[in-house]
């Protein structure tokens, strides 16, 4: 792709309606990075690269927002090592991708500065959901405006919008791709990822990406490296075993996401490949833990956006004016900045910080977390290379297969009538993974015509598929997603 041709490309879709918001933002980001296309023959070249809103490009043009008002004039004075390594890679960026503000939501739909966002697809005429927080990015890439796109997992962020989006998202093990430059949500789970059209594409991006930071040290270094190389399982393509985990079999799988589940084992199947149940009990209480562990450090994170240190600052004499008493600087500024899904995170993770609290909330939802751990370790072939790498018996599962999602793409109209806990009930199959700091994917399998009987041709066309691999095994479950396309 050269500028011109997305020009042209961005009036067609345009014509052809896809999303306003999309099509709007792509053109102030197109202008600021047509000055940063490079020469010379590298793996990325002359290949356009959207990125994430909340990831930082030393641009005076274009702000790193993470779609908050606190960071509205935020011009970073630096790359982000991803944004410097897709450049050095000779990729053309295009920033300031929407999403949900900070990274906190699951359908683009938290954005105070860019606007919410909506999918290509609709169901009834009512537009459905992109699924978030990476939903720019993956619907740069749904409509063919980048060659691929980089979003951030910290809880499902870019496998849920890939499968709802029909695109693949691919989640590398926690530390293989640098944060460094990338506004953070929860320090610990924090994943940069990759949404393309195809594997290949998510894999030639990410293996640009996947190297050491010593400016971020949970970047792994060279020795955990040297380890997941040597430890890492021969597998052959041609039989996996892959494990399908009971406590997935949920009562809220949706028929279709059900019957293109079953298909996907049975062909999985019927080309060689053998399928064992394995038991994750802890599942059932991941998505709880999550949403003490996330919330708690997203509160510590964004103390800095005071408006006195950092972001947005209330003018003064706007300041607290009809308030009694009157809100200091600080509390007004942070009331105005944040958007509202932000604001209950921090909340909800201060309280569980507090000293009353801690006991009964922070601390259990981390003995949760190794909980999860511990039962990805039991199933896996592989060992972890973070633990014992010899603990595999080479006698479990390769990798594990489930949807990415209990159902498909609800409409936007339906989340408006959604409780905040009920929204938080859509990642109940990606967060495990996140948990557990694990290699996850989602790749679009198509809906059977039998399952497209009855729905709106313009609804969504297929279900994510997610496949996850032990810790460090990014290249085997890179490899078994290609098998499902
Ligand atoms: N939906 C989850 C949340 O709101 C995950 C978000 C993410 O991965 N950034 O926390």
């Known amino acids: 792709l050269r500028p011109r041709c997305l020009w042209q490309k961005t009036s067609s879709l345009y014509k052809r309606q896809f999303s306003y918001n999309v099509i709007q933002r792509s053109t102030a980001a197109a202008t600021a990075t047509e000055a940063e296309v490079h020469d010379g023959d590298k793996p990325l070249q002359g290949k356009f690269v959207a990125l994430k809103a909340n990831i930082a490009t030393k641009t005076n043009v274009v702000p790193t927002t993470a779609a908050s008002k606190t960071l509205a004039n935020y011009h970073s004075p630096f790359h982000a090592t991803v944004s410097s390594l897709l450049l050095q ?39 459905l959901s992109p699924g978030g927080s990476s939903g720019g990015s ?51 789970l924090d994943t940069v990822g990759v949404l393309a059209k195809e594997v290949q594409r998510a894999r030639e991006v990410f293996q640009c990406l996947d190297q050491e930071d010593w400016r971020d040290m949970t ?16 597998h052959d393509r041609k039989s996996l075993r892959i494990g399908i985990p009971l406590e997935y079999n949920i009562a809220e799988l949706s028929p279709p996401v059900k019957a293109t589940y079953t298909a996907t084992l049975r062909a999985l199947h019927a080309s060689g490949h053998t399928l064992h149940p394995v038991s994750l009990p802890t599942t059932r209480l991941a998505l709880s833990a999550y949403y003490i562990l996330a919330p708690a450090e997203a509160s510590s994170n964004l103390a800095k956006y005071d408006g006195i240190r950092y972001g947005h600052r209330t003018p003064t004499t706007d300041a607290a004016p009809n308030a009694d008493p009157p ?113 996850a994917i989602s790749v679009p399998v198509p809906l059977s015509a039998e399952q497209r009987k009855g729905m709106d041709e313009k609804d969504v066309t297929s279900v994510g598929m997610q496949l996850i691999g032990q810790f460090g095994n990014d290249k085997l479950v890179l490899d078994a997603a290609e098998m499902l396309e």
């Open 89 to 127: 890679h000779g990729a053309s960026l295009l920033p300031n991708a929407n999403m949900d503000e900070f990274g906190m939501g699951s359908h683009s739909q938290f954005s105070p500065l860019l606007g919410p966002l909506t999918s290509a697809f609709s169901r009834n005429g009512k537009p």
């Open 138 to 188: 993956a619907l740069w890439v749904a409509n063919e405006l980048c060659w691929a796109a980089i979003g951030t997992d910290t809880g499902g962020s870019v496998r849920l919008p890939g499968a709802y989006c029909g695109v693949v998202g691919f989640k590398p093990s926690y530390g293989r791709i640098s944060r460094w430059g990338v506004v953070q949500y929860a320090n610990s």
């Open 219 to 234: 970047c792994m270094g060279p020795s955990l490296r040297s380890r997941i190389a040597k430890t890492s399982r021969q």
């Open 327 to 439: 809100l200091p600087l600080y509390a007004q500024t942070r009331a105005e900045a944040f958007g509202p899904e932000v604001q209950r995170r921090i909340l909800l993770g201060a309280y569980t910080l507090s000293s009353d609290a801690m006991e009964n909330y922070f601390l259990q939802a981390q003995r949760v977390r190794r909980l999860v751990q511990r039962d990805f370790d039991r199933v896996f072939a592989a060992g972890n290379p973070l633990l014992d790498p010899g603990s595999g018996s080479g006698e479990k599962v390769d990798v594990l297969l489930t949807p990415t999602a209990p159902t498909l793409p609800p409409t936007v109209e339906e989340l408006e009538g959604q409780s905040p806990v009920e929204s938080y009930m859509n990642d109940v199959f990606t967060v495990p993974a996140s948990l557990a700091g694990l290699p």
